[in-house]
Structures are given as structure tokens and as C-alpha cells.
């Protein structure tokens, strides 16, 4: 029973449910290499990477980033978010640190295997978390923008990695839309978290967008970039992504423009609104 309280412990500490999300896109980006490699007819494909090899990269590094984070969080935590597992005892501070390091490194040594610029983007993405975690999340916008490309970075890594192992770098432009969709969609998503959390923010003195420029600008800004999302979304499916992709893009436009109606027509641009824009973009993302 003890081992079992310990592991739900951990398993919340390092966000299980995220964790298949960073698998998943991770598979996006290999599979979008893939499908451009069969597609110039390149016979090496077959020798290619095992696709489980960058999901372990990832989801590790991922892992690890999640835990120091609560590591960095703690007293806030303690404050906000009793019920985490480091303010409510059911993991030490010590221990938080012992996972975030050994899963960070074991991800970056498993990186190795497709290659050194695999590994090197690693490594390089892996000190960009322990950064944020550490101060760039205090920074506001900035912190948004490191947040929002470590999470599009799994597109990348995921296409780098079976690019680096066919030994032709140049399929990695295959990740190039779904990534830049992908950036902006979370960015937008971050922006709105802000406006959510603007007096706990407040607390922290967080330089946000939405404390530094105003709720108003902060919303203005997260619809420009979700209208920005409905307009490169058709691309892909017009280069020849399929019409797989066309049905589950259109699911993601549909939520994605009744959020953007939900924030024009509403009255009150305050935290619960951002909360549901929040849950819907969240939505979406997956």
C-alpha cells in the first residue's frame, strides 16, 4: 500500500496525463518525417529509428521538467496549491530533485542514439526548462514563449530524431507547419492562463502580460494569434496532408473560433472567462 501511495505521488509530480500528450506529439513529428522520407522514395526509411526511442527522450526531459518546477514551486505551491504533492508531504523536496535530475539525464543519454545534434537539442531544450522553472517564468511574455516552444519542441525533436538517424537532416523541414501551428496555438493558450491567474500572479509579482500591458491587451493579443491559428490551419491540407488531417483540424477551428466568439461578444474580460477560453484551447491542443 505504501509503494502504491508513493508511485500515485510521483505520477502526479511528473503530470502523467502530459506526458501522453508530449508522447503524442512527439510521434506527430516522426511520422510527418516519415511520410516525407516514403514520400522522395528514400530507401533507408525502413532502417530508420524506433519511433519509441525520441518518445523516451522526450517524455523523460518532460518528466524531469515538471519536477523541478515543483521543485523551484514549492513555497508558492505551499500557498496556492496545498494539495501538490511537495507542500502536502507525500513527496520530499529531496526526492522531487532526485527524479527531475535522473530523468532529465537518462532522457538526454538515451538522445544520444539517433545522434549528436539529436542529443545536443536535447540537452539545449533540457536546460531551457530547468531555466524557466528556475526564473524565466517570472519573466512574463518571455516565459510564455519558452513554455510554448518546449511544448511544440516535441514536433521537432520527434521529426529531428528520424532525420539524424536517415542521415538526411533536410526532412526535418517536414515538422516545420505542425510545429509553428502547434507554438502558437500553446502560446495563445499561455496568454490566457495569465489573464486566469493574474492575482496569484500578483502575488509573485510575476511580470505577465495582462499585469505589465492590461487584461484587454492581453486578450486582444491571444485572439490575434488564435485568427492566426484559423488561417494557416487549410495549409497543411493543401500540401497533401490528407483528409485526416482535415477533419481533425476542422474540429480543432471549430472550438478555436467559439472561443474567439465567446471573448468578442462577452461583456466581462475578467478570470472566469479566461478559465473557460483556458479549458476550450486545452481542448483543442489535444
Known amino acids: 500500500m505504501r509503494i502504491k501511495y508513493k508511485l500515485k505521488a510521483y505520477a502526479e509530480l511528473v503530470r502523467v496525463h502530459n506526458l501522453l500528450a508530449s508522447g ?31 518518445i523516451a527522450t522526450v517524455t523523460l526531459v518532460a518528466a524531469g521538467g515538471y519536477a ?16 501538490r504533492p511537495i507542500p502536502s508531504g507525500r513527496v520530499s523536496i529531496n526526492e522531487a530533485l532526485g527524479i527531475s535530475i535522473t530523468t532529465i539525464a537518462v532522457g538526454v543519454l538515451i538522445a544520444t542514439i539517433p545522434g549528436p545534434i539529436s542529443f545536443t ?17 517570472e519573466l512574463g511574455l518571455l516565459g510564455n514563449i519558452v513554455v ?67 487584461v ?14 484559423l488561417l494557416i490551419s487549410p495549409i497543411p491540407y493543401l500540401l497533401g496532408y490528407g483528409v485526416l488531417y482535415m477533419v481533425l483540424s476542422a474540429v480543432t477551428d471549430a472550438i478555436i473560433l467559439y472561443s474567439i466568439v465567446l471573448v468578442v461578444r462577452s461583456q466581462h474580460r475578467n478570470e472566469v472567462l479566461a478559465g473557460r477560453i483556458r479549458a476550450y484551447l486545452k481542448v483543442a491542443i489535444f
Not at 24 to 36: F, K
Open 24 to 54: 503524442l506529439t512527439t510521434v506527430v513529428g516522426y511520422l510527418a518525417v516519415l511520410s516525407w522520407a516514403k514520400g522522395l522514395h528514400t530507401l533507408r526509411v525502413s532502417n530508420g529509428l524506433n519511433p519509441l526511442i525520441p
Open 68 to 83: 523541478i518546477n515543483d521543485y523551484f514551486d514549492v513555497d508558492v505551491d505551499a500557498v496556492n496549491k496545498p494539495s
Open 121 to 137: 537539442f536535447a540537452m539545449l531544450s533540457s536546460l531551457l526548462i530547468i531555466a524557466y522553472s528556475y526564473k524565466v517564468k
Open 148 to 214: 510554448s516552444f518546449e511544448g511544440s519542441s516535441s514536433i521537432i525533436y520527434g521529426g529531428l530524431a528520424l532525420s539524424e538517424s536517415l542521415g538526411e537532416l533536410r526532412y526535418v523541414a517536414a515538422v516545420t507547419l505542425p510545429s509553428v501551428y502547434a507554438f502558437i496555438l500553446l502560446l495563445a493558450r499561455e496568454v490566457v492562463k495569465t489573464i486566469e491567474d493574474f492575482r496569484a500572479d500578483s502575488i509573485r509579482n510575476v511580470k505577465s502580460l495582462p499585469r505589465v500591458a492590461g
Open 216 to 229: 484587454d491587451t492581453a486578450y486582444n493579443f491571444s485572439l490575434v494569434l488564435l485568427i492566426l491559428i
